[in-house]
């Protein structure tokens, strides 16, 4: 791994994560939710917090950040779709743009849907991707802005990155998104086996993010939603992908 990556839970259910590139000591943080786990978790650790990167404009993903630049000055790095949005940005960047973490190299996907302009961070070299309210655990981020097409189109991006892929989401949903899953596919023997994992940590307290892009692709109803078993399950054999994904985003909407 050419990161070292730490979760930090914050708030009732987000994560932050900071990245250190292990070749120059330098420190990125994705997302903002409240500053104190991060300053803790920085001075714990002896670091510096050169850069943070931020995915999309909600309160609980930047709402750390003032304290945190008034402490540390890093370089603040955003989508430019979104600058209008979020706070002050350093490095306003589109998808196909880069972001270096010391030797490290992040690749801008825009992963829309959630909000406009969302963003995720894909460092091939660490094979992760820090995806927040776009592809979760077991999930996806609800359609606030955007439309079912454009959810499934940025999820059909992660979801043709290597499937060795580790995903960095935002929240701890995990354990909720289990069990609309279930409903979905009730005889998924890789999801029943992961659902008995997720209880398992989860009553230890131990969080079930990150999670591996394979497991997302067996499980994860939101990414199956091409596969003909799938839309067998949800009565739409022969309907176009993202209907199908935009009958099962419905589904979770009332669940």
Excluded at 18 to 39: F, H, N
Aim: some cysteine; glycine content about 6%.
């Amino acid at each position: 791994m050419t990161l070292e990556i730490v979760t930090i839970p914050c708030l009732a259910d987000n994560y932050a994560f900071l990245l250190r590139d292990r070749a120059t000591g330098k420190v990125a943080l994705v997302d903002a939710p409240e500053s104190y786990p991060i300053q803790k978790t920085l001075r714990d650790k002896g670091w510096h917090l050169d850069m943070v990167l931020l995915t999309h404009h909600h309160n609980d993903h930047i709402d750390g950040l003032p304290v945190l630049v008034e402490e540390y000055h890093p370089q603040v790095i955003g989508a430019k779709a979104d600058a209008n949005r979020l706070p002050p940005l350093d490095l306003a960047l589109n998808e196909g743009d880069t972001v270096s973490v010391g030797e490290s190299m992040g690749h801008i996907i825009d992963v829309s849907g959630h909000t406009i302009g969302h963003i995720a961070f894909h460092f091939p070299s660490a094979s992760a991707v820090f995806t927040a309210d776009s592809l979760m655990a077991l999930g996806c981020g609800r359609l606030f802005e955007g439309t079912p097409e454009m959810m499934w189109a940025s999820l059909s991006k992660l979801a043709a990155l290597p499937s060795d892929t580790i995903v960095y989401s935002g929240h701890e949903y995990t354990a909720s998104n289990a069990k609309f899953a279930l409903t979905v596919e009730p005889q998924n023997a890789a999801l029943q086996t992961r659902i008995a994992d997720i209880t398992a940590k989860r009553a230890k307290g131990i969080p079930t993010v990150p999670s591996s892009l394979a497991a997302e692709l067996a499980t994860n109803p939101f990414l199956r939603a091409h596969l003909p078993a799938m839309k067998t399950a949800v009565g739409m054999e022969g309907a176009p992908n993202n209907e199908v994904f935009a009958a099962i985003r419905k589904q979770k909407d009332i669940f």
